[in-house]
């Protein structure tokens, strides 16, 4: 029995977005109730700020679990520490956990601070690059997604197995003899 070469590059080729699929469905348990400091995390790497409230607990957690990456080549502990910062000034538990409380209501905190207090100016968050929109659309902007470089590893390590196997099937198709004369 002999196998076609067109048969195997369409069985390669249904492993290959087979394997695709299941890389870019997220589980449903990662889907499920995350803990609160990987939804700080998460919201540090939605565009750089914390938006949300949480509790002071929720960012002691997020500190010790950062990712020494983003520790090492961000400014995410730093943010991290501002707003907890802001949520002590603010009573303690400015927030319910989930990054939809709200902070004490009035005036400014009295230490001094501008930026304390609800009166403070938004930064303007910078347009983002056309390369920052592809990772995004890619899904890769949470703490539990896989990593850009270990897909384009992926992408690379099966494009050099098809090409491995086409490699092998034509060495097979030259070594036939060819039909008797």
Request: aromatic share 4%.
């Amino acid at each position: 029995m002999r196998i076609r070469p067109a048969a195997i590059t369409l069985a390669l080729l249904a492993l290959v977005v087979g394997l695709a699929a299941a890389a870019a469905t997220p589980s449903s348990a990662a889907a499920a109730g995350k803990p609160c400091w990987e939804r700080v995390i998460d919201d540090w790497l939605d565009n750089g700020t914390i938006d949300g409230h949480y509790k002071a607990a929720c960012y002691q957690q997020a500190l010790k679990h950062v990712p020494e990456d983003l520790r090492d080549y961000s400014n995410i502990t730093d943010a991290i520490t501002a707003a907890m910062n802001g949520t002590l000034r603010a009573g303690g538990n400015a927030g319910n956990g989930n990054g939809t409380g709200s902070t004490n209501g009035g005036g400014s905190s009295g230490t001094g601070d501008p930026t304390a207090g609800p009166d403070r100016k938004q930064q303007a968050v910078p347009s983002q690059s056309l390369y920052s929109q592809g990772i995004n659309h890619l899904g890769t902007t949470k703490a539990s997604s896989i990593p850009v470089p270990l897909l384009i590893l992926a992408g690379l390590g099966t494009l050099l197995l098809v090409s491995a196997a086409g490699l092998a099937v034509h060495k097979r198709l030259q070594a036939r003899p060819g039909p008797p004369a």
